[in-house]
């Protein structure tokens, strides 16, 4: 039981580009979401899915796109990075409503 | 949406003592409250929850207390150890699913 896996943990990317950060979790969970990380900042909610085919924005959510096909894989898109998406990313799964969330152990993306 | 406000945002205590941290938030339908520790480079992880139907939780040394009619609850650790030391997250659900909104973190130092 791997948890929540999420690759790359480290990327280094040039303004424009684009990239997918791949998250997969193999506990069966629910729902899933995405928090991006900055100092001083606290976890910020770029969006979640309720179950395979269904996604919501959550606070920020402009600059990224999602998609849940399964059950087990919630890939997050940046379509074209700037420097202000340098973050630490985290990827979380949960059985569902009033039960907590597991991380993944994060990307950390740096946009030059 | 949910609002969570987190205090203090530092908190620095003599090994042994005990630390106190609080958080409000805005949505009363809020029904589940969980707190993490994030250690220095790591994810995020769960180490006490409470739901709206329970007014206080403990777990060993660790304990959260809910006032649903003022809107706030906090956590208490007591006998504080260096291992203490770390940033801790409060959050709150939004009650349309489990899409948790946290607070800004307390940076918490035990002194030796």
């Known amino acids: 039981n791997a948890g929540v896996t999420q690759t790359p943990k480290f990327q280094v990317l040039k303004t424009g580009q684009s990239m997918t950060l791949q998250c997969a979790q193999d506990?069966?969970?629910?729902?899933m979401s995405w928090y991006r990380q900055d100092p001083g900042m606290g976890l910020r909610l770029i969006h979640y899915?309720?179950?395979?085919?269904?996604?919501d924005q959550g606070e920020v959510p402009n600059g990224y796109n999602v998609s849940r096909s399964t059950t087990e894989d919630f890939p997050l898109r940046l379509l074209s990075a700037a420097p202000s998406q340098t973050s630490v990313y985290f990827c979380?799964?949960?059985?569902?409503?009033?039960?907590?969330?597991?991380f993944g152990s994060g990307t950390r993306l740096t946009v030059v | 949406g949910e609002n969570v406000e987190q205090h203090p945002s530092t908190l620095s205590v003599q090994e042994g003592d005990s630390a106190v941290i609080k958080c409000t938030y805005s949505?009363?339908?809020?029904?589940?409250f969980p707190w993490y520790k994030q250690e220095l480079g790591k994810r995020p992880q769960l180490i006490i929850d409470?739901?709206?139907?329970?007014g206080e939780k403990k777990d060993q040394r660790i304990a959260v207390t809910l006032n649903k009619t003022a809107k706030h609850f906090s956590l208490h650790i007591t006998e504080t150890q260096p291992e203490d030391s770390a940033v801790y997250f409060c959050?709150?659900?939004?009650?349309?699913?489990?899409?948790?909104?946290f607070g800004g973190g307390t940076r918490v130092l035990v002194k030796p």
């Open positions: 506990m069966n969970h629910e729902y």
């Open positions: 959050a709150a659900d939004v009650a349309a699913g489990n899409k948790l909104t």
């Open positions: 979380a799964s949960s059985p569902g409503t009033r039960y907590g969330y597991t």
């Open positions: 409470i739901r709206s139907n329970v």
């Open positions: 899915s309720v179950g395979a085919g269904i996604t």
């Open positions: 949505d009363s339908a809020s029904n589940y």
